[in-house]
């Protein structure tokens, strides 16, 4: 039997038991993609998280490089923000990693992380295109804005299935790289609105299998932030608020989702033509805290992260045929 050190750090927060947990394991080697999946299955967290050291260098403290690996409980996901985060307040903090700077290589590239003086972590992250849709039934608001293509015949019954009768949707787009749908939705809806929202995930995976969509954000700039409950405890407003679904890759909720980001980021940074974000991501009593900003077609998010459980993972020996 082996034993290799494992954590659960709460992402996107400085309070434990808010933001988004995610599992964070050091295997220094790689493992067969079913072995991954299990392991992911047994945390049935949102995602795990496996770096591993490459560069000829084995030692997770002194290497400046490493794979990353994200899974949730069901499937492999091309990214993940808040367990990018975790994983490297676990090197910088757990490990004592010595580097300034860490490179990640990934199934979206190589992502870059740097250590802030204030024990943050700064992520360089893939900036997606977005677009607009356009049903044959509303109007596109943001036509002249995004460029636009005609919505596939089921979207609107999914829309419908995530947002309530009692909330105005104002404008729908997408981002193709990643599969996420944004809904946007009154500019008046309170944060106690945003947060009463259900879903029925088993209704949206018989009304599509995620071919199309993967995840899907509902989204607003509160007209009057501080009025419908959009500020942090000093009163600051937030630029956006959000929520997260993807019942197509097993979580129903995200709690904080910095992949989303990559999306909404760039899709609020054109409508309201800034490119420094304030964003709140209100997943119910819990919530998380994101710094967004657009740089050179790249989105840079900042986070900190608390560790709630360090231990170790045993795995049976390898067997070798």
């Known amino acids: 039997m082996e034993s290799f050190p494992a954590f659960i750090i709460d992402a996107f927060t400085e309070r434990r038991f808010t933001g988004n947990p995610a599992a964070v394991c050091l ?29 000829g260098i084995t030692d ?12 949730t409980p069901t499937t492999e996901v091309p990214l993940c923000g808040h367990a990018t985060l975790a994983t490297s307040h676990v090197l910088f903090n757990e490990v004592g990693n010595i580097s300034k700077e860490i490179k990640f290589d990934t199934k979206s590239g190589v992502l870059v992380v740097k250590r802030n003086e204030n ?8 900036k997606y295109d977005i677009t607009s849709l356009r049903f044959s039934h509303v109007e596109n608001r943001l036509h002249g ?3 636009e293509f005609k919505a596939p015949h089921f979207l609107w019954d999914l829309v419908q299935c995530v947002v309530p009768k009692e909330i105005v949707v104002t404008d729908v787009a997408y981002a193709a790289q990643a599969k996420k749908l944004i809904i946007v939705v009154d500019p008046e809806t309170t944060k106690f609105e945003l947060e009463g929202i259900r ?18 954000a509902i989204t607003l700039h509160p007209k009057s932030a501080i009025y419908q409950g959009f500020m942090n405890s000093s009163n600051e407003e937030f630029d956006y608020a959000c929520r997260y679904f993807a019942p197509w890759v097993g979580i129903k909720e995200d709690p904080a989702t910095g992949s989303a980001q990559c999306c909404l980021g760039p899709f609020w940074a054109k409508l309201l033509d800034k490119q420094q974000l304030y964003v709140l991501q209100a997943y119910p009593n819990r919530g998380a805290e994101f710094r967004v900003g657009i740089e050179d077609q790249r989105v840079i998010l900042d986070g900190t992260s608390v560790t709630v459980l360090n231990g170790s993972i045993k795995l049976d020996e390898p067997k070798f045929f």
């Open 60 to 71: 997770f403290r002194t290497c400046s490089q490493f794979s990353l690996r994200w899974f």
């Open 145 to 147: 804005i995004f460029s």
């Open 27 to 55: 295997i220094p080697r790689i493992l067969e993609d079913k072995e991954y999946q299990k392991i992911a299955a047994e945390f049935n967290l949102s995602e795990t998280a496996f770096p591993v050291p490459i560069g």
């Open 119 to 126: 024990g943050s972590v700064q992520m360089n992250f893939p």
């Open 199 to 216: 879903i029925d995930d088993a209704k949206l995976l018989e009304l599509h299998d995620g071919s199309f969509v993967r995840g899907v």
